[in-house]
């Protein structure tokens, strides 16, 4: 273990990493549903393999939260410095590769004209810096509060917390097919049927303040204050069933509303508005992704493999985990769209209609895995550049 933190939560380290890869596995299934005018399904096994493929990893960027709560909040030290960290780990390697984006991808000089009021659309990804950020800036004013609450009191939160996830659901059922808005981007956003306190004037409303990320980063909280160390007995009976169970409600969400637009008969396809509805049970703020959030939490948190694997392949995957984060979709959408030529499509494809579409996805997000890994844990043993690049 010799230069290895002794105090360092090995569990994170492999949560990091695995989460990094749920990252990759999502965005190698985003082909096989948005295509064509914008929303594309070519055939029901494909819509069959959405809702587990996809369904799989979308507790990632919660657990990136998560992580980043149990190691940073409350403060270990002045606020000061708590923002310098974060910048130099942070700020830094997001303004490099959003240049890098912003020069490979459109149009380089509208992409810096639009990085004035938001990311580059084309890097979708990099919307997880700004929410993280914002994360940052409420902590320092959480702290002293998150330094002296009790169990009982954050329970309560986070049981209002998880009520908010339910919402969406609200929603629907209150305002049934919601109206669908377009920003500058031409991105769609279903509108949303105003609950207690909302109206067209104010998007404020009760639960606003407790909803959303805010509720991983006091779940972070709260396994590292008040959840101790639990036998695997008691691990797998909790973690197992609650995982299920938020898996299912974002799997059948989303195959019950693609079989309603459907309507029996594949292909079914439309604009971009309809893959946003469908996406509609397995967003981060809703139940199923919060339920399959504390699942993992609970594995990993049983994790205290630190052998040589863990010093030598892990341990630097997990350092330069945000670099690949920022990075990977330069090399993913290179290699999806090589295996999508190399191995076909549909009922045509090289393994028939069922497998070819598993086979695409686990090897796109396999082959970018391990491609950035290498690329990032290189550039990150850069003196002095290596860690402003990477983070």
């Known amino acids: 273990m010799a230069g290895i933190n002794t105090n360092r939560e090995i569990w994170i380290d492999w949560l990091r990493v695995v989460a990094c890869f749920l990252v990759m596995m999502t965005h190698s299934c985003e082909p096989f549903y948005l295509g064509g005018e914008g929303s594309l399904i070519l055939m029901k096994a494909d819509a069959v393999w959405m809702s587990i493929l996809n369904v799989l990893p979308r507790a990632s960027v919660a657990l990136f939260v998560v992580a980043s709560s149990y190691l940073q909040f409350p403060l270990h030290y002045s606020t000061g410095e708590f923002f310098r960290r974060r910048a130099v780990r942070v700020l830094i390697p997001f303004a490099i590769w959003t240049i890098v984006y912003a020069l490979v991808w459109g149009e380089p000089v509208q992409n810096f004209k639009d990085l004035l009021l938001n990311f580059n659309y084309a890097a979708g990804h990099l919307w997880f810096v700004y929410m993280i950020v914002g994360l940052y800036l409420i902590m320092p004013l959480l702290s002293p509060w998150a330094e002296k609450v009790g169990k009982k009191e954050l329970q309560v939160y986070l049981a209002i917390w998880l009520f908010t996830t339910i919402i969406p659901l609200v929603r629907q059922w209150a305002g049934g097919s919601a109206p669908v808005i377009y920003g500058p981007s031409g991105i769609p956003n279903a509108a949303k049927y105003p609950l207690w306190g909302e109206a067209s ?114 341990l630097p995957v997990s350092n330069a985990s945000y670099g690949m984060y920022l990075c990977h979709m330069l090399l993913l959408g290179t290699v999806s769209a090589w295996l999508r030529s190399s191995l076909g499509l549909g009922s045509e494809g090289a393994l028939g209609g069922v497998w070819t579409t598993p086979l695409q996805i686990l090897g796109t997000a396999v082959i970018s895995f391990v491609g950035v890994a290498i690329f990032c844990v290189l550039v990150r043993k850069i003196p002095k550049a290596g860690k402003l690049i990477i983070g």
């Open 201 to 314: 004037w104010n998007t404020y409303g009760v639960f606003y303040y407790l909803s959303g990320f805010v509720g991983y980063m006091l779940l972070g909280l709260y396994f590292r204050k008040f959840v101790g160390e639990l036998s695997w007995k008691k691990t797998l009976s909790v973690g197992i069933p609650v995982f299920v169970a938020g898996f299912a409600i974002c799997s059948f969400g989303f195959l019950g509303r693609v079989q309603a637009d459907a309507h029996g008969v594949f292909p079914v396809e439309g604009p971009v508005a309809l893959a946003a509805l469908w996406e509609g049970p397995w967003l981060n703020d809703t139940l199923g992704v919060a339920l399959m959030t504390i699942g993992w939490i609970l594995v990993f948190r049983k994790i205290k493999g630190e052998g040589g694997f863990y010093r030598n392949v892990l």
